[in-house]
T-cell receptor, first 115, second 111 residues
């Protein structure tokens, strides 16, 4: 158990819909990262938050947004969903303050299926 | 930005043989190179990492080598066992962006 909690574990929805994925980092970790894992595409970095502020942005679509709340949990919002958004979405946390990550502790992931 | 290439994409070895996975990176500023193992249906987990001031690091049957001049690093698994079967990801960290991962290598260890 990494200490990172993600909900829901599975989600099935239709095209055009909006979903929210939730992540609670390890106790004491201030940095939260979101990664998308599609088939044969490895782990694509989406966005990083540190102590409530956006720290780095990767290949995140404009239809996607995220935030980190004062209690340090984070939410990833995916809207106007398309079939190609079907993927496993991982949240990871790190105790490090800067962009230099060191070890990332991953949650179990949220598997999104768009029909 | 950083780009990490990983080869091969799939690898099958007989139990007891060695496995080698290779990665190259593009950003010469990268200084941290971790390897993650992802078992089927599980989360990625760090198995070993190396920083740029070290050329080689070992942990039991696992070793990583780094060639900064060539921007190349490799994972070596000796005496492979069926439980080594998983997808392995290399990554590079330049400190300018969060970890950039390779596309993964699916390792199958055949008993």
């Amino acid at each position: 158990d990494s200490g990172v909690t993600q909900t829901p574990k599975h989600l099935i929805t239709a095209t055009g819909q909006r979903v929210t994925l939730r992540c609670s980092p390890r106790s004491g970790d201030l940095s939260v990262y979101w990664y998308q894992q599609s088939l044969d595409q490895g782990l694509q970095f989406l966005i990083q938050y540190y102590n409530g502020e956006e720290r780095a942005k990767g290949n995140i679509l404009e239809r996607f947004s995220a935030q980190q709340f004062p209690d340090l949990h984070s939410e990833l919002n995916l809207s106007s969903l398309e079939l190609g958004d079907s993927a496993l979405y991982f949240c990871a946390s790190s105790p490090r303050a800067g962009i230099n990550t060191g070890e990332l502790f991953f949650g179990e992931g949220s598997r999104l299926t768009v029909l | 930005g950083e780009n990490v290439e990983q080869h091969p994409s799939t690898l099958s070895v007989q139990e007891g043989d060695s496995a080698v996975i290779k990665c190259t990176y593009s950003d010469s500023a990268s200084n941290y190179f971790p390897w993650y193992k992802q078992e089927l249906g599980k989360r990625p987990q760090l198995i070993i990492d190396i920083r740029s001031n070290v050329g080689e690091k070992k942990d039991q049957r696992i070793a990583v080598t780094l060639n900064k001049t060539a921007k190349h690093f490799s994972l070596h698994i000796t005496e492979t066992q069926p439980e080594d079967s998983a997808v392995y990801f290399c990554a590079a960290d330049s400190g300018n962006t969060p970890l950039v991962f390779g596309k993964g290598t699916r390792l199958s260890v055949i008993a």
